[in-house]
């Protein structure tokens, strides 16, 4: 009795030592893209950044307007025989249409600019870093690995999908 006793003691012990020597990792994924969107979607610099956008699309359905407006104009000119007003109006109508071209790229560039200042901010990558530590840790993963790269990341499960959790802990 004393030998199986013994026995089993150090079976018990083999089985919970090879149990420790093997260490499961963990791997978890985040979408970045969606946790980006839910951080910035009520922020003060995005609301600024649609302000912007709507208030550069208002002016340029204006200018729209207005082009279409001496458009009319100049066909009425020419429909009457009125040749000479025809011709003011088209020198006028290529003059705005450059001047909504040129406003144009230039709106589109400076949203460009911000779009990119606000996909880099340092604040949201700080953040995101702290709060992806924190669930890695208590959670226990070895790796939280971003589903925007996803040429390194062929198959995974949706259980290992941490993002609604780093979401929720950023308070969004």
Do not use: H
Request: hydrophobic content about 35%; overall charge positive; some cysteine.
């Amino acid at each position: 009795m004393k030998k199986l006793f013994v026995s089993i003691a150090i079976l018990f012990c083999v089985s919970v030592s090879s149990a420790f020597a093997q260490q499961i990792t963990k791997f978890g994924v985040v979408d970045t893209a969606k946790v980006y969107n839910a951080y910035f979607r009520n922020s003060a610099p995005i609301r600024n950044f649609e302000k912007k956008k709507a208030e550069f699309q208002a002016e340029i359905n204006k200018k729209t307007d207005e082009l279409r407006s001496l458009q009319q104009k100049k066909l009425e000119y020419e429909k009457d025989g009125k040749e000479a007003q025809a011709l003011k109006v088209e020198s006028e109508i290529l003059k705005k249409k450059e001047y909504l071209t040129e406003y144009t790229n230039a709106k589109n560039v400076e949203l460009d600019t911000l779009q990119r200042s606000l996909q880099t901010s340092d604040d949201f990558y700080k953040k995101l870093y702290n709060t992806l530590s924190r669930i890695a840790e208590s959670g226990g993963y070895s790796m939280i690995l971003s589903l925007q790269e996803s040429n390194a990341i062929l198959w995974y499960s949706n259980s290992v999908d941490i993002t609604s959790q780093v979401i929720s802990e950023l308070g969004l």
